[in-house]
């Protein structure tokens, strides 16, 4: 997979970019749509709303489809990159790259991003961590 930059960062291009991925592998493993919404226990217009990007796929069901379609959650995430900004204006805008120097500056962000979400954005990040650290098979502290 190459490199893909975006030149815009809202949740429709990045979730279409990923909804074509889980769309491209569905086939290629040979699923029909009706048949993954099925295993996925979801409504088959959501599933569809999915792949187009038309709507974010809630963490537990981008990780089922990824254990269904035999790649990690990171592979949905794999090569995407953003235009180039200043930091300062990236963290400002909502859902913007931030580029930080040091391991507590990196832990202050996530911690106050954290306290900003809903409940269910919460939930959805821990479960995003959770098979972060699944998948890379090791844990760190720098």
């Excluded at 569809?48 to 069901?61: C, I, R, T």
């Excluded at 909502?94 to 990196?106: I, K, L, M, S, W």
Aim: aromatic content about 8%; overall charge negative; some cysteine.
């Amino acid at each position: 997979m190459k490199p893909c930059v975006l030149l815009e960062h809202n949740g429709c291009t990045l979730w279409r970019l990923i909804g074509e991925r889980i769309q491209a592998r569905r086939i290629q493993q040979g699923f029909c749509s009706a048949k993954l919404a099925e295993e996925l226990g979801v409504d088959l217009r959501d599933y569809h709303a999915y792949e187009a990007g038309e709507e974010q796929a809630p963490a537990w069901v981008l990780t089922q489809i990824a254990e269904l379609l035999e790649v990690s959650v990171l592979w949905f995430f794999q090569d995407i990159t953003f235009a180039e900004e200043s930091a300062l204006a990236a963290a400002s805008r909502p859902g913007g790259v931030y580029r930080v120097a040091t391991p507590e500056d990196r832990m202050r962000f996530l911690a106050e991003s954290f306290r900003k979400l809903d409940h269910e954005g919460q939930q959805h990040l821990i479960a995003i961590a959770g098979a972060l650290t699944q998948t890379s098979g090791k844990c760190t502290r720098e």
